[in-house]
């Protein structure tokens, strides 16, 4: 059964970092393509980074510059390095893990960017 966890969420000022990781079990991890989205209040989910097996990258327009997704194949781990963050990255933040049949998500870690 796939797993995935996310965590690295907190509250943070405007201009700070977060660092978010998704630990992911039930599958070989380093054969699929790999993303983060988010999901602010009243808004759509929107696809803030994608990686492939190869290591391929691609960002939304909104965080391009900003942030950086990377993987670790050894540790089936998924990261997100969020930088110069600002209120408008405040979301619920989840990973995804694709296969060519399923998409699996996991439960999501709550980012609030405020003062």
Known sequence: QVQLVESGGGLVQPGGSLRLSCAANGMIFSRYTMAWYRQAPG????????????????YGDSVKGRFTISRDNAKNTLILQMNTLKPEDT???????RTTTLDYWGQGTQ????S
Request: proline share 0%.
């Open 43 to 58: 808004k759509q989910r929107e696809l803030v980074a994608t990686i492939t097996r190869g290591g391929s990258t691609n």
């Open 91 to 97: 979301a619920v933040y989840y990973c995804q893990l």
């Open 111 to 114: 980012v609030t960017i405020a």
